[in-house]
């Protein structure tokens, strides 16, 4: 069974900067695409950034880019979400989530997900 445990969130001062990492295990980590995900209460899960299997390709969403950087290291079985010049509207859950298929910004593309870490940035 495949598990995803997402770690590193945190409270932190707008400007700041976290790293959040998602551990896996019980598959095959190489194989799976990698995305992350964001969630607020009373609102709809959003897409944040995804990469390739390989690490060769990355996908963001236009409101994180050249703030954020998702990677992974294949050795470690781990994903990373590197995040800079954190805002307030970047307060969220934020989830990892694995795909046996094709990294996508689409949630429903995903057959695995962590349970999710608190990051909360304050003005």
């Known amino acids: 069974q495949v598990q995803l445990v997402e770690s590193g969130g945190g409270s932190v001062q707008a400007g700041d900067s976290l790293r959040l990492s998602c551990a896996v295990s019980g598959g095959t980590f190489s194989s799976l695409a990698m995305g992350w995900f964001r969630q607020t209460p009373g609102k709809e899960r959003e897409f944040v950034a995804a990469i390739s299997w390989s690490g060769e390709s990355t996908y963001y969403v236009d409101s994180v880019k050249g703030r954020f950087t998702i990677s992974r290291d294949n050795a470690k079985n781990t994903g990373y979400l590197e995040m800079s010049s954190l805002k307030p509207e970047d307060t969220a859950v934020y989830y990892c989530?694995?795909?046996?298929?094709?990294?996508?910004?689409?949630?429903?593309?995903?057959?695995?997900w962590g349970q999710g870490t608190q990051v909360t940035v304050s003005s």
């Open positions: 989530a694995g795909s046996i298929h094709f990294y996508s910004h689409d949630g429903k593309s995903y057959d695995y």
